[in-house]
C-alpha cells in the first residue's frame, strides 16, 4: 500500500494557487485514472491499483497548517508505513517548473509538512518539492502562496505537473533514484 497526499487548502478561492500545487498533482492523477474523491479521515480520499499497487490519493481539508492530523489518521487507521508515503509539496526556494524529491530533512518554513512531522514524530517522509519560485521583494511570502498562478506561468505548471506525474509513478514502483535521475535538473 502507498500514499500520495497533496498539500494546499480547501475551498474554491484557493483552488489554483500556488500552495496547492500538491491538490493539483493529485486532481491530475486521479482525473488520468478516473478516480473519485470521498470524504474520509479529514480529507478528501480516492483509492486504485496503479502500477501494480494499491494507492490512496489524499488531499487534507484541515487547512495546510493542519495538514499531519489527516495523514496521520489515514496512515494509523491502514497501518502503512511512512517509507510508503509520498507528499507532495510546494516549494518557494525551487523555481516554477524545478521538481525535487526527498526522502527525508526539515520542514524549511512549510508549516503543512511541520505538521506531518509532529503527527508523525519524524523528519522521514518522501517529499516530491514542487518549485514555486520566490516571491517579488515587495510581495509578503504568505500572500504570494496564496496567490493564483498567472496566466504566462500555466504553460510551466502544466510541463512540471507532467513530470511530477511521471515521478510519481516511478516511486509507486520503488525506482525513487531513477526518477531523481530522470527529472531533477
Not at 487548502?9 to 492523477?29: A, C, K, M
Not at 518557494?92 to 526527498?102: Q, T
Not at 522521514?124 to 514555486?132: D, E, S, T, V, Y
Not at 516571491?135 to 502544466?158: G, T
Amino acid at each position: 500500500m502507498k500514499v500520495i497526499v497533496g498539500l494546499g487548502n480547501p475551498g474554491s478561492q484557493y483552488e489554483e494557487t500556488r500552495h496547492n500545487i500538491g491538490f493539483l498533482l493529485v486532481d491530475l492523477l486521479a482525473e488520468v485514472h478516473k478516480l473519485q474523491f470521498r470524504a474520509k479521515f479529514q480529507g478528501l480520499l480516492a483509492e486504485a491499483n496503479i502500477e501494480g499497487e494499491r494507492l490512496f490519493l489524499l488531499k487534507p481539508q484541515t487547512f495546510m497548517n493542519l495538514s499531519g492530523r489527516s495523514v496521520s489518521e489515514l496512515i494509523h487507521f491502514y497501518k502503512i508505513a511512512q517509507e510508503d508515503v509520498l507528499i507532495v509539496q510546494d516549494d518557494m526556494d525551487l523555481p516554477l517548473g524545478k521538481i525535487r524529491l526527498r526522502d527525508q530533512g526539515s520542514a524549511g518554513g512549510h508549516n503543512g509538512i511541520k505538521s506531518i512531522q509532529a503527527e508523525l514524530g519524524s523528519e522521514k517522509l518522501w517529499r516530491l518539492k514542487l518549485g514555486i519560485g520566490r516571491p517579488p521583494k515587495e510581495w509578503d511570502p504568505a500572500r504570494y502562496v496564496l496567490a493564483p498562478f498567472v496566466e504566462d506561468e500555466y504553460a510551466l505548471l502544466d510541463d512540471v505537473l507532467g513530470r511530477a506525474e511521471k515521478v510519481s509513478y516511478l516511486w509507486i514502483n520503488g525506482e525513487p533514484e531513477r526518477a531523481m535521475n530522470l527529472y531533477h535538473r
